[in-house]
């Protein structure tokens, strides 16, 4: 059974910092290429940040260019999202993404993890 399980949401300050985890399970973890999605109220859901499947190479929207970092550990079916200098317009469902690096192999979701940033 594949799953996708966010974690570490939730309430900060502005200025502060969180770091999401995204547990996977069920498939095997290093053939996919992993992401983080997020939707903000009323609006569409939008790619973050994308990490390759060996962990090599990282891309990342515009907005959140030198505040976030993605990571990974194969060895342990992870995914990771530190978030620093968090804005309220950051304020979002943060969704952990697994894509198969194969074209049309797969394509997984998380549940998502609720992150508000508001003083």
């Known amino acids: 059974q594949v799953q996708l399980v966010e974690s570490g949401g939730g309430l900060v300050q502005p200025g502060g910092s969180l770091r999401l985890s995204c547990a996977a399970s069920?498939?095997?973890?290093?053939?996919?290429?992993m992401s983080w999605y997020r939707r903000a109220p009323g609006k569409e859901r939008d790619v973050v940040a994308t990490?390759?499947?060996?962990?090599?190479?990282?891309n990342y929207a515009d907005s959140v260019k030198g505040r976030f970092t993605i990571s990974r550990d194969n060895a342990k079916n992870t995914m990771y999202l530190q978030m620093n200098s968090l804005k309220p317009e950051d304020t979002a469902v943060y969704f952990c993404?697994?894509?198969?690096?194969?074209?049309?192999?797969?394509?997984?979701w998380g549940q998502g993890t609720q992150v508000t940033v508001s003083s």
């Open positions: 993404n697994a894509r198969h690096q194969r074209p049309n192999w797969g394509v997984y």
């Open positions: 990490i390759t499947s060996n962990g090599g190479s990282t």
């Open positions: 069920g498939f095997t973890f290093s053939n996919y290429h």
